[in-house]
């Protein structure tokens, strides 16, 4: 249930700029995949980004994330550089990874990214190691970990859930519930309408939330996010969305024109919370893009004049340097 008192207008403007960040990026990004100028796996987020914003925003620089093969959102929303990003999705040395790893492989320890997984489900144990770790060290940060509604069925997903709970570690098992596993319906896939409801066999909190709506993302993960520091155990969060690209970009969509519609009109996230925030003008909207889309040029310009990694980038990268 979503918090009674006001939030600050700053407050929703700054959910709102990461929101539109990861957006216009994505946008982007599919411009340039399309023109052969991004290339590799790249699977997009459009539509998900009340998820990344709304739990990034609940957590401290100081805290742990561990994201997915669809990361792009997971790591700006986590105060990735967009510079970073872009030199990485275009192979370029000064990306986060030095341009070794592509869009499902971003990593920033100076930030608490953990980075993206391309293995489904894998981000959960990784996530885990680093909730032990705060845990050992006696400290108060939280990890937390992003999954799909087909990873939800993985074991070591539930391996993963169960040890938390038993060791009453400081987790936040994120499912982002999207309603398709690359192409395969989770209706077809999952056995309970509400993956949420799987907590209780670890006896962990399970919350299910409205996932394009990014204040409900926001309380639910603050709440999970104190009982974790707290020393009170896991939590996990089933945030319902709708990813609205195909699966990525080699991929056609085949999914019903009439499902996709209403989650890009009345239910896209961003303007579920643009209702929300006053004196949030047409004007001033354009203004925040405007700003939104000269950060987006400069990081272009950036990654296309940056240089390709060289072969000692490659193994100072595979050797952990």
């Given at each position: 249930m979503l918090n009674q008192q006001p939030y600050d207008q700053e407050f929703l403007l700054?959910?709102?700029?990461?929101?539109?960040?990861?957006?216009?990026?994505?946008?982007?990004?599919?411009?340039?995949?399309g023109q052969g100028r991004v290339r590799g796996a790249v699977h997009l987020c459009i539509g998900q980004e009340a998820v990344a914003a709304g739990v990034c925003k609940a957590l401290r620089p100081t805290d742990w994330v561990a994201s997915?093969?669809?990361g792009?959102?997971?790591f700006l929303a986590k105060g990735g550089d967009l510079k970073g990003i872009m030199a990485e999705l275009m192979g370029k040395a000064a990306g986060c990874s030095r341009g070794?790893?592509?869009s499902m492989h971003l990593f920033a320890p100076p930030i608490g990214f953990l980075g993206g997984n391309g293995i489904v489900g894998a981000g959960l144990p990784l996530a885990l190691g680093a909730a032990f770790s705060a845990a050992y060290r006696r400290t108060d940060e939280v990890a937390a970990a992003f999954f799909g509604d087909g990873a939800s069925n993985q074991g070591v997903v539930h391996e993963t859930l169960n040890l938390a709970a038993l060791w009453k570690l400081p987790l936040l098992a994120v499912c982002e519930n999207n309603a398709y596993a690359a192409t395969t319906p989770a209706a077809q896939a999952v056995s309970v309408s509400d993956i949420a409801v799987r907590a209780q066999g670890y006896g962990m909190p399970?919350?299910?939330?409205d996932g394009n709506d990014c204040l409900a993302v926001y309380e639910a993960t603050a709440e999970a996010a104190a009982r974790a520091r707290a020393g009170q155990g896991p939590t996990l969060i089933e945030c319902k969305t709708?990813?609205?690209?195909?699966h990525c970009g080699i991929i056609a969509d085949r999914r019903p024109r009439l499902e996709r519609e209403p989650w890009q009109a009345e239910r896209d996230p961003l303007a579920v919370l643009a209702r929300r925030i006053p004196g949030l003008t047409a004007a001033r909207d354009e203004a925040i893009r405007r700003s939104l889309r000269d950060e987006l040029g400069a990081a272009l310009e950036f990654a296309e004049q940056s240089p390709p990694p060289h072969v000692a980038d490659f193994l100072r990268t595979f050797a952990g340097l």
């Open positions: 700054d959910l709102y700029r990461t929101m539109l960040k990861i957006r216009l990026f994505e946008m982007e990004i599919k411009r340039l995949y997915t093969h669809r792009h959102g997971h070794c790893g592509g399970g919350l299910s939330v709708y990813r609205v690209e195909a």
